[in-house]
């Protein structure tokens, strides 16, 4: 086997290690946009964050440092709620109309989880999503 072919394995194996232990990998593309929505419920309550550009599960939002983290809001007025500590400028959003977003400030990188709840026109919704900032 060829120096750069077990160079390549091992890289790949490294990663794959990494991957299934649970530590991140380091941020290569900072400054990305994270578009996510809400699924409500009859009475409004928000029942899961997904991602918009193709409706997948986003109670766990991996970002990096500069990114930017975009709720699109429709129906009642919605708040995002950062309990204790905020990855974004911000520690409660306001109530908005349209959208919610904030840039992930620098030093949040490698802090444990930034759990958030969403008030729906004021009312807390039972539901614990996070924000996870990479390094």
Request: glycine residues 8%; proline residues 4%.
């Given at each position: ?14 990663l794959a ?7 991140a990998v ?78 992930v400030q ?30």
């Amino acid at each position: 086997m060829s120096i750069a072919r077990m160079t390549t394995a091992f890289a790949l194996s490294l990663l794959a290690a990494q991957l299934a232990s649970g530590v991140a990998v380091a941020c290569d593309n900072p400054g990305k946009t994270h578009a996510l929505k809400f699924k409500v419920n009859d009475d409004g309550c928000v029942l899961k964050v997904k991602k918009e550009s193709d409706g997948a599960d986003a109670d766990e939002v991996r970002v990096c440092e500069t990114d930017v983290v975009k709720w699109r809001v429709t129906g009642k007025a919605k708040s995002i709620v950062f309990d204790g500590a905020s990855p974004l400028e911000w520690l409660d959003s306001g109530f908005k109309d349209q959208k919610i977003e904030g840039t992930v400030q620098a030093g949040t990188a490698g802090k444990p989880p930034f759990k958030y709840s969403i008030k729906v026109d004021g009312m807390d919704c039972v539901l614990d999503p996070k924000i996870i900032v990479d390094p």
